[in-house]
Nanobody
Framework: QVQLVESGGGLVQPGGSLRLSCAAS????????MNWYRQTPGQERELVAA????????NYLDSAQGRFTCSRDNVKNMVYLQMNNLKPEDTAVYFC?????????WGEGTLVTVSS
């Protein structure tokens, strides 16, 4: 059974940091591209960060570049999103996604609220 379980969300003040984690199980994690998406009410889900199967390549949403860092541990089957200098517009539910060819798995999300 495929599972992606996000954790680490919460309330943080502008300028603060959070580290999201996603624990993966039920599939061959090291073969999959791993992504972080976010979504706010009424909006489309948007890709925030992506990391290649061996972690050699990362890509970021323009507004996240330089503030967010995506990493993975293929031994622990974990993917992380370190978010620094958070802004109110980063407030969203953040989803972990695993993708390989037509296979596409999602976690249930973790809420990040950036507010003073």
């Amino acid at each position: 059974q495929v599972q992606l379980v996000e954790s680490g969300g919460g309330l943080v003040q502008p300028g603060g940091s959070l580290r999201l984690s996603c624990a993966a199980s039920g599939f061959t994690f090291r073969r999959y591209f791993m992504n972080w998406y976010r979504q706010t009410p009424g909006q489309e889900r948007e890709l925030v960060a992506a990391i290649s199967p061996v972690g050699s390549t990362t890509n970021y949403l323009d507004s996240a570049q330089g503030r967010f860092t995506c990493s993975r541990d293929n031994v622990k089957n974990m993917v992380y999103l370190q978010m620094n200098n958070l802004k109110p517009e980063d407030t969203a539910v953040y989803f972990c996604n695993a993708r390989l060819s037509v296979e596409n798995f999602w976690g249930e999300g973790t809420l990040v609220t950036v507010s003073s």
